[in-house]
């Protein structure tokens, strides 16, 4: 019982300095860092034609910490699955479809996003989400794709 008494003030000592709480610490023992950051998405309604590319969508990032840091951006559906065949996020042009984008943050930056839609995807009205992730900190950024 003594024992488990040490590790719980050990715990609360840690949680009192900004070390060791709940949240990550960014800056604990000088590791570097995976800075928690806000993300916005707009427009969040995008029409794109069957077989086109369609934006862009503009993620809007801001970290709390003016730090270096890797981030991704995935397409999704809404319950974060795979987002339905034939539509992806693009790089370049149609002819480079991902489901992910891999970029870097130095401070507050925007990225712009297309969607390609193949021809044989069906029209209709597709519930889709970016998620917009750092190895630490995750945002999601839901939107609506209408393909015609």
Known sequence: MRRFRGLAFLVVALAL??????????DCYRGPSHPPFTATLRPTYLQVERGGVGGP??????PERPTGFGLTICLRKRDNSLPPPGIYLVDGGPENPRDCLIGRVGGPTWYE?????????P???????????NEAVMRRLDFTLEVR
């Open 123 to 133: 029209p209709g009205v597709y519930p889709l989400r970016l998620q917009v992730g």
């Open 57 to 62: 969508l503009v993620v809007e990032i801001t």
């Open 17 to 26: 300095t900004g070390c060791g709480n709940i949240q990550p610490c960014w």
């Open 113 to 121: 996003v297309y969607l390609a839609v193949r021809p044989e995807v």
